[in-house]
């Protein structure tokens, strides 16, 4: 069983950053893969950045890619997400979320995470 709880969003101007943190428990949360997602209002539930467990490989949608950075403390059970440059759009409520490898190595679909946090909302302003 993991549990996973977000900190560090807040309201930001364009062009500000944000880092958002993902404080994992459960001894085995090292093996998980972990993704962050967000959902704006009236939005479906959108990828925005995953890292293997090994924490040697990433991915990230299109529309953060440059922007973010995604990245793990596997000794702090903890998985970041560095936010810079950010822009109206970027405005949702973020999640994180952890799976199995063994479940498959496709970063982008939310079926494949069993566990997911209560989400952290960011604002970012014009």
């Known amino acids: 069983q993991v549990q996973l709880a977000e900190s560090g969003g807040g309201s930001v101007q364009a062009g500000g950053s944000l880092r958002l943190s993902c404080a994992a428990s459960g001894r085995t949360f090292s093996t998980y893969d972990v993704g962050w997602f967000r959902q704006a209002p009236g939005k479906e539930r959108e990828f925005v950045a995953a890292?293997?467990?090994?924490?040697?490989?990433?991915d990230y949608a299109d529309s953060v890619k440059g922007r973010f950075t995604i990245s793990r403390d596997n000794a702090k059970n903890t998985i970041y997400l560095q936010m810079n440059s950010l822009k109206p759009e970027d405005t949702a409520i973020y999640y994180c979320?952890?799976?199995?490898?063994?479940?498959?190595?496709?970063?982008?679909?939310?079926?494949?995470?069993?566990?997911w946090g209560q989400g952290s909302q960011v604002t970012v302003s014009s």
């Open positions: 890292i293997r467990w090994t924490g040697l490989m990433s």
């Open positions: 979320a952890a799976k199995d490898p063994k479940a498959g190595q496709a970063f982008r679909l939310p079926a494949l995470y069993d566990y």
